[in-house]
């Protein structure tokens, strides 16, 4: 959450912050500001509301070869000007961003105010700039060590100073913060896409590591001063991957990608001859995988509901206990890490602060994990031992589809590979595989059934509340169907399993409330269909996303029919529609469809 970018070169640096902040947006839009060193020294421009309302309120010219910005997702204070970023000391010498969260902020806004400081802000950022304003160090990287050694929290920050007009200085620990390498220019950022068009190499810094950047160079080094002599590597995206593409929304794009980046994904990574999955990226040899007892997934929001259909897949296939956690609780509860457990992060971003947390826990106690990631270099993908990166390519909407589509494909596979070092035979195998090839070209089905879809998300719109339910492979479909129906259309929507609705939420049915129900032609089909008949029953309308196999007898309601899967990665092609459904909600409403309220893409913070 919150974006950072930073420029220090030849060039004019406003249109170069402002063009970065743009593409940062997606990780938090409740105002933004910039800090440019010229001439006439720091000039700090702030406003409340996107990055266009910042673009729009800048003066038409501001010289200056150095700068900063920020774009806010409110931890500390609402979104006003005050609180917007960037902070300054009270000379205005020192501008300061911050991504991240100051645990200490309320005593050192105390430290500061016994001291006769005046603070202008909320934020527990301002103490960071009047921290290094104060600091009795010769040197802004002194300075800038100095603040930071009074800090416990998270942060990544990037500071100038208008007596050093040629130099950012950055910290970064627990947030995310890189450095770009250009031709004789510098870019710092909260992640590659504001610098993509611009640099060609990057440098991904760690948890309490430190740099001075200048138009030619960087130096990083630690808080006792020892350089870590960090290499650049190439970038491996490209700028066109991060445009719209004449689509009307982020999201949209994403959705109808999936088939062709699906089929990126697995290519080189089935094997027919054997019936395996070839993950080498796992680092794990077949004696290892054999070893494992159980599995431990963990991710948050999508990717929790995403890890819940991958422990069934893997105990489906494997025969081996798996289960899913939110991995914003688990290390709370001070897990026992047992040796013989496969733990799995899983992040879109590799950022996930949380989850991150959970990897940290899990190593701590000596425990093997590996991750399931999109993001190449991203700090889980980095702290993990292995992992399995999900190529899926740039996504930028807050709401995630693409994304969550490769993760479950990515533990169909691990499943697959779990599953052939143990009693899955390779007639299995290459049922798996078989199923997985056809996977993108069934995707691409659906989507031609688009308007039919969209005519049904039109209704589910008009209701204030709705219910989702499903059983066993379908109960994690249906939480996710939830989740981002009131992610994009703001509509309370809850996930249920189709088998508790009599255990009390059947109270709440009646004609207000509609109900989508996951029901795939399997062995529980029979009872999915009990529940939907007492659900009409009490006059409540129900949505079925269900196969054309399925008999409804003389139940005479809506179906978005799916095209049928194994029974073991149907799961994957019951989502889509769902993905669907609330996109066209949230678009019949006239919602900011890829920058819902409230939230942002990288959860950076706990």
Not at 458 to 481: D, Q, T, Y
Request: charged letters at 20%.
């Amino acid at each position: 959450m919150c974006g950072i970018v930073g420029y220090v070169g030849n060039q004019n640096a406003a249109p170069i912050l402002v063009e970065g902040l743009t593409r940062l947006e997606y990780r938090g839009y409740d105002s933004a500001g910039i800090a440019v060193l010229g001439g006439a020294g720091v000039q700090v421009h702030r406003t409340v509301g996107r990055v266009r309302d910042l673009t729009a309120a800048l003066p038409k010219r501001l010289g200056g070869k150095v700068g900063i910005g920020h774009t806010r997702w409110a931890t500390h204070g609402p979104a006003t000007q005050d609180n917007a970023h960037p902070h300054t000391s009270e000379d205005g010498r020192i501008s300061v961003v911050h991504n991240g969260i100051i645990d200490n902020a309320t005593a050192l806004r105390q430290h500061l105010t016994n001291a006769g400081v005046t603070l202008r802000s909320d934020t527990d950022t301002e103490v960071l700039a009047h921290l290094i304003a104060r600091s009795t160090s010769d040197t802004l990287e002194g300075a800038v060590v100095d603040a930071i050694s009074k800090v416990t929290g998270t942060y990544a920050i990037a500071v100038v100073d208008s007596a050093n007009p040629n130099t950012i200085v950055v910290a970064r620990n627990g947030s995310p913060l890189i450095i770009g390498v250009g031709e004789r220019e510098m870019f710092v950022a909260s992640d590659l896409a504001a610098l993509v068009r611009h640099a060609s190499q990057v440098v991904h810094l760690e948890d309490g590591e430190f740099a001075s950047v200048t138009a030619t160079s960087y130096r990083t080094f630690t808080m006792e001063g020892h350089d870590t002599g960090k290499v650049a590597s190439d970038i491996d995206i490209t700028a066109d991957d991060l445009e719209l593409g004449g689509y009307g929304h982020y999201m949209y794009k994403e959705i109808v990608e999936q088939p062709e980046s699906l089929e990126r994904m697995i290519q080189g990574r089935l094997d027919d001859r054997f019936g395996v999955s070839r993950l080498d990226g796992l680092n794990l040899s077949p004696r290892e995988l054999r070893g494992f007892a159980r599995v431990k997934i963990l991710g948050c929001g999508s990717a929790y509901y995403v890890g819940q259909i991958g422990a069934t897949m893997i105990e489906e296939l494997a025969r081996i206990p798996a289960d899913a956690e939110a991995a914003s609780e688990f290390r709370y509860r001070n897990p026992i890490i047992e040796a013989d457990t496969l733990y799995i992060a899983v992040s879109q971003s590799g950022e996930t602060a949380d989850t991150l947390f959970a990897v940290e826990e899990i190593k701590r106690k000596g425990g093997r994990v590996v991750g399931l990631v999109n993001v190449v270099g991203s700090t889980i993908a980095r702290a993990c031992e292995g992992g399995v990166y999900l190529h899926a390519g740039p996504e930028i909407a807050v709401a995630s589809t693409k994304a969550l589509t490769h993760m479950a494909v990515g533990f169909a596979m691990i499943a697959l590979a779990l599953g052939r070092v143990r009693d899955l035979s390779n007639a299995d195998g290459r049922r798996i595989i078989a199923a997985l090839r056809a996977i993108p070209g069934q995707i691409r089905e659906i989507l031609r059934a688009e308007a039919d879809i969209a005519q049904q998300a039109k209704m589910l719109a008009a209701a204030s509340s709705l219910f989702f339910i499903g059983r066993v492979r379908g109960f994690p479909v249906a939480r996710e169907g939830a989740q981002k129906f009131k992610e994009i259309s703001y509509r309370h929507a809850e996930a249920y399993q189709t088998s508790e609705l009599k255990h009390g939420p059947l109270a709440l049915i009646d004609e207000s409330v509609p109900t989508v129900a996951i029901l795939p032609q399997d062995d529980l089909t029979d009872r999915n269909l009990g529940a939907v008949q007492q659900i009409r029953a009490r006059n409540g309308s129900v949505l079925a996303i269900t196969h054309d196999a399925v008999d409804f007898g003389e139940l005479d309601i809506p179906r978005i029919t799916v095209p049928r899967s194994e029974p073991e990665l149907d799961p994957i092609l019951l989502t889509i529609p769902l993905q669907l459904l609330a996109y066209h909600a949230a678009l019949t409403l006239g919602h900011d469809i890829d920058k819902p309220r409230n939230l942002a893409k990288s959860v950076t913070v706990e």
